[in-house]
């Protein structure tokens, strides 16, 4: 009796120990928002209106212009105009304690400073980025990626805003 009751008991140890998961985990399994602390208030979105205007650079062998228009002092509005004419307009906005950047937020704004401002990824697969200005007319954004970093020189136009 003593012996059958060690065997079932070990029987429901094993059974309570193994590690069987469903076969389409991506149901389960949710990645959690990366969103590290920030290192500033709301008002310091003020920080940033050395951004404000129109600027181009070349990515990748490609003429970029971007837009950075500043609404009601707590949204940046940045519009981005490729070369073939294509245009994307992506917002830097204050959610939840944190700016965010990105049609989906895919990037959390984990500090601004008076000549930089750091962003970094809430989803997997995209690089944190620095903006950094140099001077009134130029400055760089900064790709923070696994083989080193990938400046772009942005400069000003003069240009009014689109």
């Known amino acids: 009796m003593l ?8 029987f429901l140890l094993t059974a309570a120990c193994r590690n069987t998961l469903p076969e389409n985990l991506t149901d389960i399994i949710a990645l959690p928002e990366y969103t590290p602390a920030a290192r500033y208030e709301r008002s310091d979105l003020s920080k940033m209106t050395w951004l404000a205007g ?3 650079g070349e990515e990748a062998g490609r003429a ?6 500043f609404h009601n002092n707590q949204t940046l ?9 294509d245009m994307m307009s992506l917002l830097l906005t204050w959610h939840n304690g944190r700016f965010y ?5 895919q990037w959390v704004v984990t500090w601004i400073g008076e000549k930089d401002v750091r962003l970094d990824p809430t989803t997997p697969g995209l690089e944190p ?9 130029q400055w760089h ?5 696994p083989s080193g970093d990938e400046t772009t020189i942005m400069e000003r136009t003069g240009e009014m805003n689109p």
Do not use: D
């Open 141 to 145: 954004l900064v790709r923070h990626t």
């Open 101 to 105: 950047y990105g049609q989906h937020r």
């Open 64 to 69: 970029v212009r971007q837009s950075f228009q």
């Open 129 to 137: 980025m620095t903006w950094t200005r140099l001077h009134a007319n």
């Open 54 to 56: 129109v600027w181009k």
């Open 77 to 85: 509005e940045i519009i981005r105009m490729e070369g073939n004419g």
């Open 3 to 10: 012996r059958s009751l060690l065997f079932f008991s070990l």
